[in-house]
RNA sequence: GGAGAGGUGGCAGAGCGGCUGAAUGCGCUGGAUUCGAAAUCCAGUAUGGAGGUUUCCUUCAUCGGGGGUUCGAAUCCCCCCCUCUCCGCCA
């Protein structure tokens, strides 16, 4: 969410920002509804003052009077009645002027802030304005020794590439036809190698950040309420991409989201929390089921591990001081933590700067990495007819996105009301928003694509990259079945 | 799934229709005392919104959340959430 005050003191930074970021969202609608409202409660405010200092002049009189009418009789008793009744006339005239005010602002409220969810935090200047993810400029690439960008897959190695999906089922690593009869399109199973690579990832993904980067391991709930979606910044505006558990209606009391990353769990754990100043940055890591609804994403990617509804993700964030350069800085030491990582893996990968377009409301910047994976090209479906995608033709590769790091500043944590202060909740001193920022690790399966892809033989066999060696007993080397 | 107890400030814990934005204790901050410290004493110490004559003042809201009763609600009523105890079931 964004700061209201500051979307009234400069409107055209916000209106520009929606602008950048594609975003219809009605600034001068939402300017009008603020004095509107702010309006309403003024005038609220002053009467249920006037109220009050009534109910507590009158108050204890009404009470003494009607303990004396218990006994009254006759004329005293009328006239008791009478001065009752008019002590408690001009409270109730003041109670009906308030209510028709509530009645106002209740109209009004539910549409302000359902406009101020979906204002987009601006883009920082610094990042390309461009309307999609075409316009994305490539910061820099890294490759392993041997591999040159000039060249194909096949000049490189001396042979043609098979994609994951026949490498997959050349070296029975996961089964499609089952993972579609059990759970319907986008679904797959990993079988025997297939489900240890994937774990042997996931589980160097973690160590990786626990212990060569001091990051905090965590397990998350990946079923969580709405207002931790809300709070995330997935909602309203990605309701559509979560699967949604219907509780309420079974008579449970609230209705169940499933997360499409563990940095649901991982920002909502210190949810309408005051933090001591002293102990950020927080350094988060977790490993959890991803669940996504791809909704909109019909006919793209729709074969082999790219594009799923349900995977695992060692996700990383911080949680910083309310410092805009700070920010920067952790932004670019998580990349560097995943480009250390990737590197480590020795997959080719690129750096690509996100434009203001393809940012999402809740990005200050996004910067993705992007590993090689040189079976892609044959898998697109939006291909035009022509292209040479024909089943004999070698595909030419391309760059598929494996992480994503977003600086986010505060709009995340005023959301989830995540604040800081020297001295924590009992300190002294202001409190402020904290800054948040996340990025993956490792999403696997998607990642074991560059990887069976670049790290196969001739033979048809797939080598181990060595640092996940240790973690499948040593073996250094998948064979065809 | 059944039965019960409870959710109050940074923490512990009173209050159970008006004098309570909230006793008391602890913690924290400042001051006094001291060569210094401990102890003691004094004072201060929630969050958010709106406004102003903007190192401060005024005002409104907030005692798990929402709704209601009342001239007036932390206190009474209804719904929901959460925590704890016992029983049942269970990985």
Same mark, same amino acid.
């Not at 160590?207 to 207002?227: A, C, I, K, Q």
């Not at 309203?236 to 219907?246: F, L, N, S, V």
């Not at 928003?433 to 892809?453: G, K, M, Q, Y």
């Given at each position: ?70 006994? @009254? ?56 304005? *461009? ?10 690439? /890294?490759?392993?020794?041997? /591999? ?8 490189? $190695? ?91 209606? $079974? ?16 920002? *909502? ?52 001081? @309310? ?6 800085? /952790? ?5 560097? +933590? ?10 080719? +990968?690129?750096?690509?700067? =996100? ?53 986010? +500043?505060?709009?995340? =944590? ?12 009992? *300190? ?5 928003? =904290? ?47």
């Amino acid at each position: 969410m964004i700061d209201l005050k500051a979307l009234r003191n400069d409107p055209e930074r916000f209106k520009d920002g929606c602008r950048k970021k594609n975003s219809d969202v009605d600034i001068d609608l939402l300017l009008r509804l603020d004095t509107q409202r702010r309006d309403l409660m003024s005038r609220a405010e002053t009467l249920r003052g006037e109220q009050k200092k009534l109910a507590k002049e009158s108050g204890p009189k009404i009470g003494q009077l009607s303990g004396r009418l218990k006994s @009254a009789q006759g004329d005293d008793r009328a006239a008791l009645e009478a001065e009752i009744s008019q002590l408690k006339a001009a409270p109730a005239k003041l109670k009906e002027r308030i209510a028709a005010l509530e009645v106002q602002l209740n109209e009004v409220t539910p549409q302000l802030e359902s406009i101020l969810l979906r204002v987009p935090l601006p883009p920082d200047p610094d990042v390309p304005v *461009g309307a999609s993810s075409d316009d994305n400029v490539e910061l820099r690439r /890294w490759a392993p020794e041997g /591999w040159d960008w000039e060249k194909s897959f096949e000049q490189n $190695r001396g042979f043609k590439p098979k994609t994951h999906i026949e490498l997959c089922a050349d070296l029975g690593l996961a089964d499609f036809p089952r993972g579609v009869k059990l759970a319907g399109s986008r679904s797959y199973i990993l079988t025997g190698m297939g489900m240890r690579l994937h774990q042997a990832v996931l589980r160097y993904a973690l160590d990786f950040m626990v212990d060569r980067n001091g990051f905090t391991p965590m397990s998350v709930p990946v079923l969580v309420r709405e207002e931790a979606m809300v709070g995330t910044g997935f909602f309203p505006g990605g309701r559509d991409q979560a699967y949604h558990i219907e509780e309420t209606s $079974r008579g449970g009391g609230a209705d169940m989201f499933l997360t499409g990353t563990g940095e649901v769990g991982l920002m *909502g754990l210190h949810q309408n929390e005051i933090l001591d100043e002293g102990d950020l940055p927080l350094r988060y890591v977790t490993v959890s089921t991803c669940f996504r609804r791809e909704a909109g994403a019909a006919g793209k990617d729709t074969a082999g591990l790219y594009r799923i509804h349900q995977f695992d993700k060692v996700e990383q964030v911080v949680i910083c001081r @309310a410092d805009e350069q700070e920010s920067r800085d /952790w932004h670019q030491k998580m990349l560097g +933590y995943v480009e250390d990582f990737v590197q480590s893996l020795g997959l080719p +990968y690129r750096l690509l700067q =996100c434009c203001t377009g393809d940012l999402g409301a809740k990005n200050a910047d996004m910067i993705d990495i992007e590993c090689w994976m040189p079976g892609r090209s044959a898998l697109r479906a939006d291909a035009p007819d022509d292209s040479p995608t024909a089943p004999n033709t070698p595909p030419a590769g391309e760059f598929g996105e494996t992480h994503s790091a977003s600086r986010l +500043y505060d709009y995340q =944590c005023r959301r989830l009301n995540m604040r800081t202060r020297p001295g924590g909740a009992g *300190g002294k001193g202001e409190t402020v928003f =904290c800054h948040s920022l996340n990025n993956t690790v490792a999403a696997s399966p998607r990642i074991l694509i560059p990887i069976l892809e670049i790290f196969q033989n001739k033979d048809g066999s797939v080598s181990v990259p060595e640092v996940l060696r240790p973690y499948l007993g040593g073996l250094d080397r998948i064979p065809p079945k």
